[in-house]
């Protein structure tokens, strides 16, 4: 069993930064994925960003080129930097770790899912 806690969320203005984190509570090597998902209010669960046990990460296109997923494996954590913030980006983040898939985005092959942290962007 793996405890995932997020932290790092808060609100911010538009183009502003914040960075996620994802503490897990063992070591999750066997797992392939890490992932980061959002749900914005009223709207399905999204995929955001992925990197595999080898640190290859893939992204969203809504996301591209703004956030950076990254890992640090000697304490079991996982980030999602996040730079030029917009309005769109204002959900629920979730981390969660879990089995192979193409990206790293399939939603139904993750295991552990830890239980949200709020991000609001404002004007």
């Known amino acids: 069993q793996v405890s995932l806690v997020e932290s790092g969320g808060g609100s911010v203005q538009s183009g502003g930064s914040l960075r996620l984190s994802c503490a897990a509570s063992t070591n999750t090597r066997n797992m392939f994925c890490r992932g980061w998902f959002r749900q914005a209010a009223g709207k399905q669960r999204e995929w955001v960003s992925g990197?595999?046990?080898?640190?290859?990460?893939y992204y969203a296109d809504s996301v591209k080129g703004r956030f950076t997923i990254s890992q640090d494996n000697t304490n079991n954590t996982l980030y999602l930097q996040m730079n030029s913030l917009k309005l769109e980006d204002t959900a629920v983040y979730f981390c969660?770790?879990?089995?192979?898939?193409?990206?790293?985005?399939?939603?139904?092959?993750?295991?552990?899912w830890g239980q949200g942290t709020q991000v609001t962007v404002s004007a």
């Open positions: 969660a770790v879990g089995h192979s898939s193409p990206s790293c985005s399939e939603t139904d092959r993750y295991v552990y």
């Open positions: 990197i595999t046990v080898s640190d290859n990460t």
